[in-house]
């Protein structure tokens, strides 16, 4: 029985090694990688209930499964981590560029229009400045046209 036990553990060991190369030439993902192994460390789980439990066989395969699933398991953690916060960044980025540009934009309005007709309050400033992007442009659009405050308050 140690025989069979003993070319058990070398072709889970041959099939382990095959898994890892699958994954590293990137033939599987690493889905892929971890269910094999998951699959692996059943069938060990399932020989040893089914036909005995022969020395430390059992524990020996479940720890060459867990050294090659372990690692695996943790790169595609921090890899994702690594991918989450990248995207997190250029999110973060594009608002602030977005905002910065908005802000331009409000003000390249508002210097426009006290330019155009001189005399804005400060309720209307502010009913400017919470416009949307498309009204914005509309108004910078349509500048020359607007030439009194009734006018511009079409657009707000």
Not at 6 to 27: E, H, P
Not at 127 to 152: A, F, G, P
Request: proline share 1%.
């Amino acid at each position: 029985m140690m025989k069979i036990y003993d070319s058990l553990k070398d072709t889970v060991n041959k099939t382990l090694n095959a898994i890892d190369k699958a994954y590293y030439d990137g033939k599987i993902n690493i889905s892929d990688f971890n269910e094999m192994n998951i699959i692996i460390d059943n069938l060990n789980c399932y020989f040893g209930d089914m036909y005995g439990k022969y020395g430390d066989i059992e524990e020996e395969v479940r720890f060459m499964v867990k050294s090659f699933y372990d690692p695996k398991v943790e790169e595609k953690g921090r890899n994702q981590g690594i991918n989450e916060g990248i995207e997190k960044g250029i999110e973060k980025g594009r608002d602030e560029a977005t905002e910065k540009y908005r802000v331009k934009d409000v003000d390249r309005v508002l210097k426009l229009l006290q330019k155009k007709l001189i005399n804005i309050d400060q309720a209307l400033k502010q009913s400017v400045t919470e416009l949307t992007d498309d009204k914005l442009n509309l108004i910078i659009e349509d500048i020359l046209d607007i030439n009194t405050v009734e006018e511009l308050q079409k657009y707000l």
